[in-house]
């Protein structure tokens, strides 16, 4: 028994292809999954499924389709709802492992039930999307406050490395709150950065070689422990909780907290 799994390039678009060819060929895909590109690090997922002995999957390249991925996602809007995409968004960004065919057994239901999706919490597939969406928008949320900017010769940087894709979900509030100035907020695991200019942001990708580069590491030093002092100075020390700080700054963001340095 062969099931057929889609292979896509891990954008947004590719997926909501995949979902438009598994909806009009009426198949139930046994995997959607990206395609490796470009990482040393990780094994191409296509090497990894043709080396399975058993022969169980055949893998299917679907080729990104912009008409297809405007079809799916002006029907979700229409026949579900724009906040039912918005969840499917940022699902789309957890980038959790499986969360393509979470996507796609949701639009499914959607289809069915309609504007109130969301409401069906006894569904599976509905309450496994609300959960994971609740902790991107919690990453969101967090990164907000934790976001550190520094001043370089014509540029604000900033660098962090969050759970989930969410650079493209922050980078709205930072470009009201500096928008006079140009800063770039650089995902460093993805090597993804947003970039603005005063005028217009968008996604590009950026190394740690490439940022190197641009920055000034003199003023660099200088700035960091402007804030260093800063915050030990309006710290109050009798009333230091560390269990708390823990709870709500997790530690595995203080690596670009330079307070916490």
């Avoid at 060819?21 to 046994?30: D, I, L």
């Avoid at 599976?124 to 900017?149: A, D, Y």
């Avoid at 200019?197 to 590491?217: A, D, E, F, G, P």
């Avoid at 804030?227 to 020390?237: H, M, P, R, V």
Wanted: include cysteine; charged fraction near 25%.
């Amino acid at each position: 028994m062969y099931s057929r799994g889609y292979i896509y390039d891990g954008s947004f678009e590719g997926l909501l292809t995949c979902i438009f060819e598994a909806y009009y060929r009426h198949e139930n895909p046994a995997f959607i999954t990206e395609i490796k590109k470009n990482k040393l690090n990780k094994q191409s997922t296509l090497f990894e499924l043709l080396e399975k002995e058993d022969d169980s999957f055949i893998p299917v390249n679907i080729e990104t389709d912009i008409n297809k991925y405007s079809r799916v996602y002006n029907a979700i809007i229409n026949k579900i709802s724009t906040e039912a995409l918005d969840t499917i968004y940022h699902v789309f960004l957890s980038e959790l492992s499986g969360f393509e065919i979470w996507i796609l057994d949701y639009i499914r239901f959607g289809f069915k039930i309609g504007f109130d999706i969301n409401k069906y919490l006894q569904d599976s597939s509905v309450l496994k999307m609300i959960k994971t969406e609740r902790k991107v928008v919690v990453e969101v949320q967090r990164m907000l406050g934790f976001i550190r900017f520094e001043k370089f010769n014509n540029f604000y940087y900033s660098a962090y490395e969050p759970d989930h894709n969410i650079t493209s979900l922050i980078t709205p509030h930072f470009t009201e709150r500096f928008a006079d100035q140009n800063f770039i907020i650089h995902d460093i695991k993805r090597e993804l950065a947003s970039i603005y200019n005063k005028k217009t942001w968008y996604i590009t990708s950026l190394t740690q070689s490439n940022i190197s580069s641009l920055i000034n590491t003199e003023f660099y030093c200088s700035y960091e422990e402007l804030w260093k002092n800063y915050f030990q100075n309006t710290s109050i020390k009798e009333r230091e909780n560390s269990k708390n700080q823990k709870r709500q700054m997790p530690k595995r963001y203080w690596k670009h907290l330079p307070e916490i340095q």
